[in-house]
């Protein structure tokens, strides 16, 4: 499919940018509908007759006849002003960037745009030019690639790692209003609601397909109360003080994922990755955290200090070497856990379940274990990790 510009024979105003798709005859009805005549001809810029659509080119200038000939539209200017056509090639500088687009792709997309008033007409505007010829823009490339291919194509493509706010700001600048309208509403979908109400499946998904892989994801504060998060990749995700009380997080990847002082009471983390996760102070009462895994390969501990774990259940999770310091586990499960290595200072273990756990080299100086169980332990306990 290609893309061409049309005008009524004789004339160089109000063209129509069209799809050029199917036969000649094809490309003479669409010509008929958008310019409404009974078009029969087709023509290039110099009069050249075209019959075979193989001749059409991207971004060509075609000028549509009801009879057989051809009206030169620029024979009333001077020559300097013929040699100015709208199939011209220029090179626009932005920002020390230089792209190469034709005149018609300036100003035919959007006719009443500064770009198309800057460019339909030759040193109106007394354009400024590098020592190579390329037009002057004082604007930001990266923002502006965006818009020169919606003026080329029609459609908002935002390449990874470029910012839609950005781009809105060039799009309102150069007065091109339909794609101001279209960021404005692609921001809008990528931004949480405003009010209080939890975050749907639905809403983050598109959050996070809205963020890019590079840019860091903050969630701090947000309300995911109740939310079906459930086998969703929330690598290095920072929900600090976030709502996720009685949230369906089972399976999903949380590692490396800023927990810190987040309310996951109630919440569902069944066979969570958590490799590496910061759950500093964070009030986990009453969460399901079976068969989880804390333990991460590069050696990055997960950090539970000071974590509100009262009756969690952590049944079979993987916790080699992770940091409980000062934690509260009073009444919780952890069967068959491995807590090799762990940091359990000052722990409150009263009442907690830690049968068929390995806590060999574990640390639970200071740690209150009144009540706790202790039966079929892998590796027995030894004097030098003092249990009071």
């Known amino acids: 499919m290609r893309r061409v510009t049309l005008f009524v024979n004789g004339t160089s105003s109000n063209g129509k940018v069209v799809a050029v798709y199917g036969s000649m005859e094809d490309l003479l009805s669409v010509a008929s509908s958008k310019l409404g005549i009974r078009a029969s001809s087709v023509y290039n810029g110099n009069g050249g007759l075209i019959d075979d659509m193989t001749l059409i080119r991207d971004d060509d200038v075609l000028y549509i006849s009801e009879e057989n000939s051809f009206d030169d539209p620029l024979e009333d200017f001077s020559g300097s002003e013929k040699a100015q056509t709208h199939t011209d090639w220029l090179t626009l500088n932005v920002g020390g960037r230089c792209f190469t687009t034709t005149r018609s792709t300036l100003v035919s997309k959007e006719p009443e745009s500064m770009l198309a008033h800057m460019f339909r007409e030759k040193d109106v505007w007394g354009n400024k030019q590098d020592s190579q010829g390329a037009y002057l823009i004082d604007r930001s490339p990266d923002y502006f690639e965006p818009i020169l291919n919606y003026l080329r194509h029609g459609q908002l493509i935002i390449n990874e790692g470029i910012n839609p706010l950005g781009v809105l700001e060039e799009a309102r600048f150069f007065g091109i209003e339909e794609l101001a309208e279209q960021l404005e509403s692609l921001i809008r979908s990528s931004q949480p609601p405003d009010d209080h109400s939890p975050l ?20 701090q504060g947000l309300n995911f109360n109740g939310a079906d998060l459930s086998r969703l990749d929330l690598r290095y995700i920072n929900f600090k003080m976030a709502n996720l009380r009685g949230a369906n997080l089972s399976h999903a990847n949380l590692s490396g994922a800023n927990l810190e002082r987040a309310d996951l009471s109630m919440a569902s983390l ?8 910061k759950m500093l102070c964070t009030n986990a009462e009453g969460a399901s955290l079976r068969g989880c895994n804390f333990e991460d390969p590069a050696g990055i501990k997960a950090n539970l200090e000071g974590a509100n774990l009262k009756g969690v259940d952590m049944e079979g999770s993987q916790m080699t070497g992770i940091n409980l310091r000062v934690a509260t586990l009073k009444n919780a499960k952890l069967k068959n856990c ?8 000052g722990t409150d273990l009263e009442n907690c379940d830690l049968s068929g756990c390995d806590l060999q080299e574990a640390n639970l100086r200071g740690s209150n274990v009144k009540g706790a169980i202790f039966e079929e332990m892998l590796t027995p306990l030894h004097m030098s990790q003092s249990v009071r």
Request: aromatic share 6%; glycine share 6%.
């Open 200 to 219: 749907t499946r639905k809403e983050f998904i598109r959050f996070l397909l809205a963020t890019t892989t590079k840019s860091e994801l903050r969630c």
């Open 270 to 277: 069944d066979a969570a990755n958590l490799q590496g996760v």
């Open 338 to 345: 491995n807590l090799r290595g762990a940091t359990l200072a």
